[in-house]
């Protein structure tokens, strides 16, 4: 393995909660509030879970206003609104996150989009996208902006970079190609009826691979000395009954050629919550007419 620079995503997002914890002491002081941050868990999902767990420690971690609310798998969409619409609604809560996969008896669409734009911390809702990509100010989905971050740590200017984005979902994919054209790079979103794939991610300084396959891109892809954010999280077997995580690049190929690559796990993972944390305070001051804090 070769010299690539591995990108420290758990050391990074650390770094991000510690800013976060000195924005809410700030906001506190100067202001005389707290942000706050409300989790809808809706169901039993093992996972699901874990993240909301974590979210909430986290959330208390760098001194914010934490409210859990589990419901019931047999929820009725009905219910499930309402309660959205009394957090819109509720001062105290500054940031709305309803945990995904909802039953599937539930329309996720349709609940997503009952969220305050000003308080939707996961930045799907169609407003925030709209914002995003005429350069307003907005609530950003929390993987891409953890991504651009981690881009940053190693090119801290990325004009007129060459990167390509591989993958189109609404979640990854679209979001990061509008980050990165915000930051004056030219970009280019692949996927996977893209001619001539390799080919296109060959000429990449920056490759962002957001597919869902394991270890789909190989390290004959990659530029010599560019920088490799892998969003994938993909669990395959061991082989030996056991499973181990893995990203969307060929690990050891990518890093033997690449100037920086983040791992998997403790690359992009890690700062997903960090970013929701940062999400949750930019909500804040979004609501009470704060400009961005420095």
């Not at 957090?87 to 105290?92: E, Y």
């Not at 911390?121 to 989905?141: E, K, Q, T």
């Not at 801290?156 to 004056?184: E, H, Y």
Request: aromatic share 2%; proline share 7%.
């Amino acid at each position: 393995m070769a010299d690539a620079k591995i990108i420290d995503g758990k050391a990074i997002a650390a770094d991000v909660r510690a800013k976060v914890a000195a924005d809410v002491k700030r906001l506190k002081a100067e202001h005389g509030f707290v942000p706050g941050l409300a989790v809808v868990l809706v169901g039993e999902d093992p996972a699901s879970k874990v993240y909301v767990k974590n979210k909430a420690e986290q959330t208390v971690e760098t001194g914010m206003l934490s409210f859990e609310h589990k419901l019931p798998a047999e929820t009725a969409e009905a219910d499930l609104l309402a309660l959205v619409d009394k957090l819109n609604k509720d001062p105290a809560v500054n940031g709305i996150l309803v945990q995904l996969p909802l039953p599937k008896h539930i329309n996720s669409e349709k609940v997503l989009n009952a969220i305050d734009p000003d308080k939707d911390v996961d930045g799907f809702h169609p407003v925030n996208v709209g914002r995003l990509w005429i350069g307003a100010r907005s609530l950003v989905p929390c993987t891409p902006t953890g991504s651009l971050i981690l881009a940053q740590t190693v090119a801290p200017k990325l004009a007129g970079l060459d990167a390509v984005v591989i993958g189109r979902s609404n979640i990854v994919g679209k979001p990061m190609a509008s980050l990165l054209l915000a930051q004056s790079c030219t970009v280019t979103v692949a996927h996977s009826r893209t001619k001539d794939l390799p080919g296109v991610v060959r000429r990449a300084d920056l490759v962002v691979a957001a597919v869902g396959i394991p270890e789909f891109v190989k390290g004959d892809w990659i530029k010599p000395g560019a920088i490799v954010i892998d969003v994938g999280i993909n669990r395959v077997p061991k082989g030996d009954g056991k499973t181990k995580l893995v990203g969307d690049c060929d690990y050891a190929s990518c890093a033997a050629v690449a100037g920086a690559i983040t791992p998997v796990p403790g690359g992009v993972g890690p700062m997903t919550i960090a970013c929701l944390l940062k999400n949750t305070v930019e909500a804040a001051l979004i609501q009470k007419n704060i400009p961005a804090l420095g």
